[in-house]
């Protein structure tokens, strides 16, 4: 195969994938702040709305750690996820048909750290990490 369609097929993988993450990221925050979400109607401590949560901030830590190029910016956005959970449980407050839940941040955290370990053994196990995310340096590998 030539070597610059190569190189091709991989850009357009890494583009795919951050596009996934961010579109993501973004569905998660508007998601978070829209009034009355049908998923915290759910009357229950471990609701649909906790399992959704979970994969939700899985996915969003899983994805810099696994698929950065940068182990240390992959693991710096990837440990902002709790903190930016708390704070738009926090805003929830202030969102009609909302509210803050304790339980919430507990589902956001627990999906944080589980996406974490998750991408540090698919990252260590399969050499992931090609996503460039702006100029790499040989000590960021």
Partial sequence: MNPSLKSNKKTLWQQLIFSVWA???VFMVISSLIPQASLTTVNSNMGIDKLARIITFGSLAFFPIAFFSSVKLGFCVASSMPALGFMLELLQKY?????????????????????????VIIRAIFHTGGLAMGKQHKDQR
């Fill in 23 to 25: 579109a993501g990221l």
């Fill in 95 to 119: 969102v009609p048909g909302r509210n803050f839940s304790p339980e919430d941040i507990i589902a956001n955290n627990l999906g944080a750290i589980s996406g974490i370990i998750l991408g």
